[in-house]
């Protein structure tokens, strides 16, 4: 991870500079038209928006959708800093969404354009990183948890202090995310995942010490691939990856730590720099449609912040203790903020640890 706004201080100039597959849902009455080129450039998160939408919302539009992947908000933001107008519509988090807004980087939403932004849950609505939505759409939300293969682990697992013991080393995935790592140490420590300085930073790096040489993969992309292959045990993974483990064998339990877990917003955004903004709010208008926004739900099981998606799904969906675990687990949650300079610490905390240094 790097700083996200010296990422954005540092590539400003540049990015200024440059700026000079199943059945498919009916076409909506509501959505406006695009007087732009049939192109739309899309950089979102590795495995997470299907086939099948793309494709129907290019055969409803005529609109040809290019998609280029990242695994990380630093890594994004690195790329659409540096590219200037490449990108027309992003898929940032909420604190990356944050520190975009602080930077304007983002252009204003045309909400006329977006008729069925209704179908949004009240509660995803006006969060404190973007109130009003002026900047963003929730697109899915989700949690970190801990994913179990219950036929090689035998005792109970209920948190971190479970899963980083030396009986599990070597057979532990995690995600590859300074941000994420830092900030269950903070839970496991109580002193709140998003409370980063130097203090503590300096509590955790024990912690971390002890956690970090059991790990076997450090996995942002899929983590759920090493489990499935039974490379590893257990993993502290996005609920979505774990919720398809779940479908495919219940043997995969799913767990929110004990210790505290973080609610992910993650968004759809048109940054200034964006030569297509018309079919981005087309493609932003399609994906909040009920009928396509279950399609995601289908493919990539996490939260669906779009509630009149989420009357579609099935009981076995809905059911599924990674996708929609209790209510009241979910209103504990906070989300992360932008934190700025410290954002470069946690990195090198985190990178020095893995290589076995300080």
Known sequence: MKTIRNLILTLLPIALAACGGGSQPGPS????????????????????????????????????????????NEEMLSKL???GGKYDLIQPSEYTIQALIKADQLRLLDQNALSNFVHIAPEFRD????????????YMAGFVGICINTDKVKTPVKGFVDVFTPAHKGRIVVLDDARE????ALEMEKLGLNSVNAEN???I??????????????????PKTSLKNGDVD??????????????????FAFVLPSEGSHLFVDNLAIPKTSTHPQNAHLFINYILRPEVSKLISDAFPYYNPNLAARKLLSP??????????????????ETFTDLGKESASVDELVTQIKAGGK
């Open 127 to 138: 969060m404190a990183y973007d109130l009003g939505n002026k900047f963003s759409v929730p």
């Open 81 to 83: 800093l540096a590219g």
């Open 201 to 203: 930073l300096k509590k």
């Open 181 to 184: 790592i830092v900030s269950w």
């Open 316 to 333: 076995e969906q809905l059911a599924n203790p990674a996708s929609y675990p209790p209510a009241e687990d979910i209103t504990r949650m």
């Open 29 to 72: 009455a509501s959505t406006p038209s695009s007087s732009e080129e049939k192109k739309l450039n899309l950089f979102c998160w590795s495995e997470y928006i299907p086939q099948n939408v793309i494709d129907g919302f290019t055969k409803e539009t005529g609109i040809k959708v290019a998609v280029e992947n990242y695994s990380s």
């Open 234 to 251: 257990l993993g502290v993974v996005w609920s979505g990856e774990a919720a398809l483990l779940y479908q495919e064998n219940k043997k």
């Open 205 to 222: 790096e024990p912690l971390l010490k002890k956690w970090l040489p059991l790990v076997k993969v450090y996995d942002s992309d899929s």
